[in-house]
Nanobody, 125 residues
Framework: QVQLVESGGGLVQAGGSLRLSCAAS????????VAWFRQAPGKDREFVAR????????YYANSVKGRFTISRDNAKNTMYLQMNSLTPEDGAIYYC??????????????????WGQGTQVTVSS
């Protein structure tokens, strides 16, 4: 069993930056695919970015490519999302998620086994 805890959300002006963290407890992320999703009011939860823990390979949604960077710290068993050039459209609750083993549809919420409680990101214009 894996427990995920996000932190780092807050209020930022458009054009600003935030770094989100996702710490895992219960077991290490080794062998997992871990990802960030976000959900704005009235919208479905959408994929943001994913990192394959063992290889460090990453994948991004087109909407954040070039602005967001997903990374991991093996020693801390923690995943990060560096968000730059934020716009009001980036405002949402951000969730981290973990998938144990390979998955075909990495952008689908159904592909993930564990979820954090979410952290709010608000971007003012």
């Amino acid at each position: 069993q894996v427990q995920l805890v996000e932190s780092g959300g807050g209020l930022v002006q458009a054009g600003g930056s935030l770094r989100l963290s996702c710490a895992a407890s219960g077991r290490t992320f080794s062998g997992y695919g871990v990802a960030w999703f976000r959900q704005a009011p009235g919208k479905d939860r959408e994929f943001v970015a994913r990192v394959w823990w063992n290889t460090g390979n990453t994948y991004y949604a087109n909407s954040v490519k070039g602005r967001f960077t997903i990374s991991r710290d093996n020693a801390k068993n923690t995943m990060y999302l560096q968000m730059n050039s934020l716009t009001p459209e980036d405002g949402a609750i951000y969730y981290c998620a973990a998938a144990e083993g390979p998955r075909t549809y990495i952008m689908a919420t159904q592909s993930y086994d564990y979820w954090g409680q979410g952290t709010q990101v608000t971007v003012s214009s």
